[in-house]
């Protein structure tokens, strides 16, 4: 992929899609990112001049592919009505207030639709827009810890272990809200209606945890972590150390998948219990760990890797960008001077693509607003009386 901005115009089978996103943190600018990538073009609208570490370094990558970022002082009726001229351009508009505060400002769902009824109006929380938590401050680990998924996640007898902050603020957050906005611009392609988009990270949670909840319905999932067949209690789905200090994964979930692990590992299966024997479990944990010590990641991998044994090795970040696999696919590209991942999912005929790298407002200038229905005069004004930074 190319790492010039200049190289690609808009792409992607969002490409005419036009989207609002009061700048936020985390999942909202995630959203957006996961827009952008796919042809949405985007205006990050900041509510103040970002400070020089926050000015596309930090959460760069998240802020990518924007078509334009200005600055817009929503404490000021010309400001909000300056946001709503723009709103009556858009097909979408992403915030992630605490409830209330879009109202607050004037700005909020029922204001925006009434200047434009086939908005879409996207709103991320941690809570939700209601119940008796959603005015409360809360991160990832809050919402993973009430939706059930923190419990799961560890091993037996010592504390849940936080899985970083993909699974709420991304996966179940940022991902969800994506996904929900995407879904009600083609209801309004058929309706010619605008609606509201809900997207809570403790619910979005819930979502990613259904598969669990339903073995744990059946009996199959115990509620103490690290014993069950996908948490690291099982033999054949763990990490396990290999003689050089590194690590290698083992997914063998499958008896035929499992059969193929034993026999490339040397293992009879007669001399062994049966693979869902929950009882011999524990010893099979050990007997396994000192077998995968008796050999190098390397050797490992040369042994099992790209085999039906579901085997694959622990890599850093820095070593997952150089893996052949990744390589080959273009999982990971350097754009703009920054490694990053290439967007997602792919597309046969409208790909997405890398445009442009975080910008700071003063890049793009006023003529950027003119396609979202400011003059050039009216935005040299708006600067004047500090509306407009």
Same mark, same amino acid.
């Given at each position: 992929?190319?790492?010039? %901005?200049?190289d690609?115009?808009?792409?992607?089978?969002?490409?005419?899609?036009? *989207?609002?996103?009061?700048?936020g943190?985390? %999942?909202g600018? #995630?959203?957006?990112m996961?827009?952008?990538?796919?042809?949405?073009?985007?205006?990050?609208?900041?509510r103040?001049i970002?400070?020089?570490a926050?000015?596309?370094?930090?959460?760069?990558?998240?802020?990518?592919?924007?078509s334009?970022?200005a600055v817009i &002082?929503l404490k000021?009726d010309?400001?909000?009505?300056?946001?709503?001229r723009?709103?009556?351009k858009?097909?979408?508009?992403?915030?992630?207030?605490?409830?209330g505060?879009?109202?607050?400002l004037? #700005?909020?769902?029922?204001?925006?639709?009434?200047?434009?009824?086939?908005?879409?109006y996207?709103r991320?929380?941690?809570?939700?827009?209601?119940?008796?938590?959603?005015?409360?401050a809360g991160?990832d680990?809050?919402? *993973?810890?009430?939706?059930?998924?923190?419990?799961?996640?560890?091993?037996?007898?010592?504390?849940?272990?936080?899985? *970083?902050?993909?699974v709420?603020?991304?996966?179940?957050?940022?991902?969800?809200?994506?996904?929900?906005?995407?879904?009600?611009?083609?209801?309004?392609?058929?309706?010619?209606?605008?609606?509201?988009?809900?997207?809570?990270?403790?619910d979005?949670?819930?979502?990613?945890?259904?598969?669990?909840?339903?073995?744990?319905?059946?009996?199959?999932?115990?509620?103490?972590?690290?014993?069950?067949?996908l948490?690291?209690?099982?033999p054949?789905?763990?990490?396990?150390?290999?003689?050089?200090?590194?690590y290698?994964?083992?997914?063998?979930?499958? %008896? /035929?998948?499992?059969?193929?692990?034993? /026999?490339?590992?040397?293992?009879?299966?007669?001399?062994?219990? =049966?693979?869902? &024997?929950?009882?011999?479990? %524990?010893?099979?944990?050990?007997?396994?760990?000192?077998? #995968?010590?008796?050999?190098?990641?390397?050797?490992?991998?040369?042994?099992?890797?790209?085999?039906d044994?579901?085997?694959?090795?622990?890599?850093?970040?820095?070593e997952?960008?150089?893996?052949?696999?990744?390589?080959?696919?273009?999982?990971?590209?350097?754009a #703009?001077?920054?490694?990053?991942?290439?967007?997602?999912?792919?597309? =046969?005929?409208?790909?997405?693509s890398?445009? =442009?790298?975080?910008?700071?407002?003063?890049?793009?200038?006023?003529?950027?607003?003119?396609?979202?229905?400011?003059?050039?005069d009216?935005?040299?004004?708006?600067?004047?009386?500090?509306?407009?930074?």
């Amino acid at each position: 992929m190319s790492t010039n %901005p200049s190289d690609h115009a808009s792409t992607g089978p969002l490409q005419g899609v036009r *989207i609002v996103e009061v700048a936020g943190i985390g %999942p909202g600018p #995630f959203a957006a990112m996961m827009l952008a990538d796919l042809g949405a073009e985007v205006l990050r609208v900041e509510r103040r001049i970002p400070a020089a570490a926050d000015a596309g370094i930090v959460d760069g990558i998240l802020r990518r592919n924007r078509s334009a970022v200005a600055v817009i &002082d929503l404490k000021a009726d010309r400001g909000v009505e300056t946001l709503l001229r723009i709103v009556e351009k858009a097909d979408a508009l992403l915030e992630g207030f605490r409830p209330g505060v879009a109202e607050r400002l004037g #700005f909020g769902p029922d204001v925006c639709l009434a200047r434009n009824p086939r908005l879409v109006y996207g709103r991320i929380t941690g809570w939700g827009q209601e119940g008796p938590l959603a005015r409360s401050a809360g991160h990832d680990i809050d919402y *993973i810890a009430l939706s059930g998924v923190l419990h799961a996640i560890g091993r037996p007898g010592v504390p849940p272990v936080p899985p *970083i902050n993909l699974v709420a603020d991304f996966g179940g957050g940022g991902m969800l809200l994506a996904y929900g906005v995407v879904c009600a611009l083609l209801e309004a392609s058929r309706s010619g209606r605008g609606q509201v988009v809900d997207a809570a990270m403790v619910d979005g949670c819930a979502s990613l945890m259904g598969l669990t909840m339903m073995l744990r319905h059946l009996g199959l999932w115990n509620d103490q972590r690290g014993t069950n067949m996908l948490d690291g209690g099982a033999p054949f789905y763990d990490a396990y150390e290999t003689a050089d200090g590194e690590y290698i994964a083992v997914g063998a979930i499958e %008896p /035929q998948f499992y059969a193929e692990l034993l /026999q490339r590992c040397g293992l009879d299966p007669e001399e062994l219990p =049966s693979q869902h &024997d929950r009882a011999s479990w %524990p010893a099979m944990k050990e007997r396994f760990a000192a077998l #995968f010590r008796t050999r190098t990641r390397a050797e490992w991998c040369e042994l099992l890797e790209g085999t039906d044994a579901c085997v694959s090795p622990v890599l850093s970040i820095d070593e997952a960008r150089r893996h052949p696999h990744n390589v080959h696919r273009g999982t990971f590209v350097e754009a #703009f001077g920054v490694p990053q991942p290439a967007p997602s999912p792919r597309f =046969s005929r409208t790909p997405g693509s890398l445009r =442009s790298w975080a910008m700071r407002p003063s890049e793009n200038g006023a003529a950027d607003l003119e396609r979202w229905g400011l003059g050039v005069d009216e935005v040299a004004r708006l600067r004047a009386e500090g509306v407009l930074s």
